[in-house]
């Protein structure tokens, strides 16, 4: 609506004639309006959110409510105000949380103490090595200094010399000169020193030695065919003494005194018997006969102990047919003549083929181990027809001994050629014998030209003292049929038999029967076989039967 201006002398009344039907428009803050008739309508003054209103008279007083809030004052150098805000900004309650004034501190131990912050004070102190400053509001925890001396120690001619606490703390430094001195030592006591760092200290070989370097090792060895001596032969004239210069091989003599063994006509001569000392000759002490040998052995090495040969060989006698070498690793073997007669390995010596080893009359032999193949092992025993006797049944013919038209007469026992036939002997062998199995070659002959085979068997059983008898012999094996050469009365020898098992469980002096069998049924021969013998193998693990 739109007013009038009021005049200074307009009253009350007059303005609610003037305006009594006019409308006034009321807006909120959200822009909602309403039109108020004020000579009709009546206008509401209410209190929003946290407000009240009052009128008094002509007067409209707008209040804020209360808040449930005790008025009062919160809050206190021990207690913290606690409050409860509305949205409008209003404290709708307040209280009070009281402040903890301990202070709980713990050490590496685990110790504890409690400090009451309104009334202690908190002191940080500076332990071993450690000291505590504080600047304004900063604590600093420093390390302490030592009593060393803040430098740089140490050099490539000094070496640092450090003293430290339990704390790992330096507490003393200091310097120790490196020495650079070497000092060396010949055989003879001659001694030099090497300056290390300036000086250069050289490995040289001497006479036959070479040295080498590799990769900081330093090898010293033998030159290549360096021999380990020298042999100078003189052939002397009549009373001669002294021998010097070339010898009968044009070799000039030298030597290292006293590196030498002197042998006249190969009989070494004690060092009283000769002098040597310049390194050029060598006196008798008495003149040598005409023609006489006279050798100067001039050793390269002085101790054949640390004489390596690595694998070449060492000559032993003059014309360097007899030699030691051990061209095979963890093999040595000796050479006699030219050729190689012994040899040693690991824990084993060997008589190579074609050498002998003879054990003169009165030496022994004395065994306190194992002895095997050559002096024990395989045995051989000869079973001749004389010492067998016909079965009595199913036996060969009796022992006959029969007269050729030159050399020898043979006995024989005669099987026949139509059925089997046997015959028997006894056997009581040595201790030594293993008590294993045997084995057998039968040897005979054949009456007539007949070329056909002849098969023998052989079983055997063994009897103890007081053992019964009457036991079966054991099973019965055949050797391979042999052959006739087709002239009566030629020899014939049976190939080795299989191996023959003994039965009744044959032991030490125990009595074997053997029965040897004519195996027709294995053969072809038309004629009698006529058993000369057979030769036994057995096997033996003593030497003796002792």
Known sequence: MAF?????????????????????????????????????????????????????????TLNLSNTGVSAATYGSSSAIPVLAVNAQGQVTSATTASISTDLTVIDDAST???????????????????????????????????????????????????????????TAASTASVSSDLTIVDDSSTSETITLGSETLKFAGGAGVDTAITSGTVTVSLSAGTNAFTNYIFTATSSQTTFTGNDGSSNTLAYTAPKIDVFLNGVLLDSSDYTASNGTSV???????????????????????????????????????????????????????GADDFQFTANDFSVLSGSTLNIDSGAT????????????????????????????TAGCAALAQVELSNGPEIKVLDFDTSSDENAQFTVAFPKEWNEG??????????????TGTTAWGLSGVAFADNGDQNIAFGTNVVATAKAHSGTSNDLDVSA????????????????????????VSADDQTGDARLLGIKLFFTTDALTSD
């Not at 080795?496 to 004519?518: C, D, H, K």
Request: hydrophobic share 40%.
């Open 112 to 170: 504890s103490a409690t400090i009451s912050l309104a009334t202690d004070s908190f002191k940080v102190s500076g332990g071993t090595g450690t000291t505590s400053a504080i600047s304004g509001d900063t604590l600093t925890i420093n390390l302490d200094n030592t009593a060393v001396s803040a430098a740089s120690y140490g050099s490539s001619s000094a070496i640092p010399v450090l003293t430290v606490d339990a704390q790992g703390r330096i």
């Open 4 to 60: 009038t201006p009021v005049a200074t002398t307009d009253t009350l009344e007059t303005f609610r004639t003037r305006y009594n039907t006019t409308p006034l428009t009321i807006v909120d803050d959200s822009s909602t309006s309403v039109d108020i008739t004020l000579a009709t309508d009546s206008l509401k003054i209410s209190g929003g959110t946290g407000t009240a209103s009052v009128i008094s008279g002509d007067t409209l």
């Open 437 to 450: 199995t045997v084995t057998f070659q039968a040897f005979f002959t054949v009456t007539g030209t007949n």
């Open 496 to 519: 080795e038999s299989g191996a023959v098992t003994i039965a009744g469980s044959p032991s030490v002096n125990e009595l074997v029967y053997f029965q040897v069998m004519r195996d």
């Open 365 to 392: 032999i004395a065994c306190a181990g194992t002895v095997s193949t050559g002096f024990v092992g395989k045995q051989t025993m000869w079973i001749p027809a004389t010492a067998m006797y016909p079965n009595t």
């Open 283 to 337: 006196v008798l002490a008495s003149g040598a006969a005409a023609n006489d040998i006279l050798t100067v052995k001039s050793w390269t090495v002085s101790n054949i102990a640390t004489f390596d040969c690595n694998g070449e060989e060492l000559i032993l006698d003059l014309d360097g047919d007899t030699t030691i070498h051990a061209s095979t690793d963890d093999q040595i073997d000796i050479k006699i003549a």
